[in-house]
């Protein structure tokens, strides 16, 4: 059951991640996508939208890292999967964590991008 917990939050961490993927690397210049990154300006978004670009295959391959460790876990490879969704979790969270350490407004999309990855990486722990 614990692992089941686990492998249930590193698919919500991927989906959010994957999320995360689509607005930074295809909708960067989208107006509601400026403002959930609160990015002011059209100017501003072309400016960064390189730097957006690269950053969403970053929580993309992250994302497809945690699927493919659930799949592997359900599939009988214990220590492939759990490897996989604990370094995909870990990084999440670390990123996570670098978000709010570099600006304390950031809190609320901090625990959105690390909460659900900091849970599935307990349970991992408290599984393995």
Do not use: K
Not at 9 to 16: D, W
Not at 25 to 45: I, K
Not at 63 to 84: E, I, K, M
């Amino acid at each position: 059951m614990v692992l089941i917990t686990a492998a249930v939050f590193a698919v919500i961490a991927a989906a959010i991640h994957l999320y995360i993927f689509v607005l930074e690397s295809l909708r960067w210049t989208a107006p509601t996508t400026m403002a959930v990154f609160r990015v002011a300006t059209p100017q501003e978004a072309a400016a960064t939208q390189a730097l957006a670009y690269n950053q969403g295959f970053y929580n993309l391959f992250l994302g497809v890292g945690a699927l493919l460790g659930v799949v592997l876990l359900t599939a009988g490879s214990r220590v492939a999967g759990l490897t996989l969704i604990s370094f995909a979790s870990a990084s999440m969270v670390l990123a996570a964590l670098v978000l709010v350490i570099s600006n304390r407004a950031m809190i609320r999309p901090a625990l959105i991008q690390g909460g659900p990855a900091l849970i599935c990486l307990v349970f991992t722990v408290l599984g393995a």
